[in-house]
């Protein structure tokens, strides 16, 4: 029997992990991405000459699934990975770490509080308390804000800690992010394995690690979105934009939850709801290039600043990430290059009479999808069995990162070859 033919509309991360398992399972992948890029909101692009990422992206070492599709995709080289959870503070010029003890979880972050500077000892008593008090709560309620205030976190606190681990990790201020979802990170980052909040990044331009995801596949069509779908007894008509027609025995649908939509139609019909409950929540990076040279760190968090993060990318090149970016994002970029650069360099004591060179902006309006609260995130599987669906917001149990966009494309390839009959024919 000749493999099963599957399409897959949406080539980001979620798209290409779906792809690679049922590649590897035997079946012929035909992807379709609208974009001439892969990767979705993980890729690259070229600014004055040079490669840049469309934002600044990390990953923790609880990231499993990430990792293993980047293993799988044979760039496993292309990612450098802490080998403790350890991270540079500024606030102000002054300078402090975060640094994991050789304890055992939650005390190796309790521990390392000790020295942190930015943080009085009653705020690291109430943080200390918080912490626990996560660990046992099952199902916190509200919004995360709500949760701390309750929770006896004052503004130091928050300012010191929740805020530049928290906001970036969900991309939504505090008030926005729901309790739950902020305590899964927290429990999952830094409750239960101490080497789980080591941070990670991509070496390399993260459009490298998608192309390489995409070299096994049957086909990649690229500037080719999918316009019109109709799915019938022997499988499923694809329509693209430029009016070409295809069919398939089943299709992976991994696209953001509007074009989702438009493509189902009626979404009801294949059990899928809410697609209309996600908002989308903005992400800038501000890269700044500068005469001051090479600086001493390789990444640091800001306190106090619309900048969470800044990655040293290279000798006098900075890349500042701002979630939750919407005020923002946009503001003309001499505008907003000039107001981070003052940031930063007044933040950064190494940068005292250093000059900026360069800066350019990327702007992502939609970085990520948070929904509503009271929304059931679809699951892979519709009442359609040549249809799944996959995509970093649906209902992976994470929140919308490169983690739950890999869960989410391995799922849904899991439903399509357990429920359809050629897999057994494989
Ligand atoms: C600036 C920025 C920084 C981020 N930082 C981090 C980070 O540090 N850590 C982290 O874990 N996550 C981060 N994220 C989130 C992460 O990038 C996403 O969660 C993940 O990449 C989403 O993958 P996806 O495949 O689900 O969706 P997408 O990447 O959105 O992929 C959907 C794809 O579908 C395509 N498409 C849309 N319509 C059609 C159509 N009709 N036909 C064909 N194709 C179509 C789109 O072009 C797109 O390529 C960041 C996101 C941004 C934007």
Redesign the pocket.
Known sequence: MAAPRIAV?????????AAIDLTGAGCEVHL????R???????SFQIDGRTV???????LAC?TE?IGFVERAGMADALYLQDRFDVTVYAHGVRSELRAANLPAPWHLIASMAAYRHLGLGGKLQLARALFALARERAPQGNFADWLRRHGQSIETIRAFWDPFMV?AL?APLEAMSAAEAAFVIRTAFLYDRGAARFG?SKVPLAQIMEAAARDLASVRRA????AMETYDGGVRLR??DAHDDIFDAVVL???PR?LE??LGEAARFGVKDLGRYEASA???VHLWHDGGRLDFDFCALLDSPVQWIFQKGDGYLCC?L?AAGALVSTPTDDVVGAIWREVSGALPELRGAKLVRGAA?R?P???YNARPGTVRPAARTLDPRVAI?????ATGWP??????VR??REAARVLLEQNAWTTKL
């Open positions: 509309a949406g080539g980001g991360l979620a798209g290409l992990a379709f991405e609208r974009s890029l892969l990767g979705g909101r993980a890729t990422d469309n934002g600044q992206h990390v990953f990231c990430f970036p991309n990044y080719t979105a999918v316009s693209t934009a991994a696209l953001p074009a438009r493509l992400i800038m990076d990430s979630s990327t992502n939609e970085g990520t996959a995509g970093s917001w649906t919308d990162t490169m983690e739950s966009a989410s494309g």
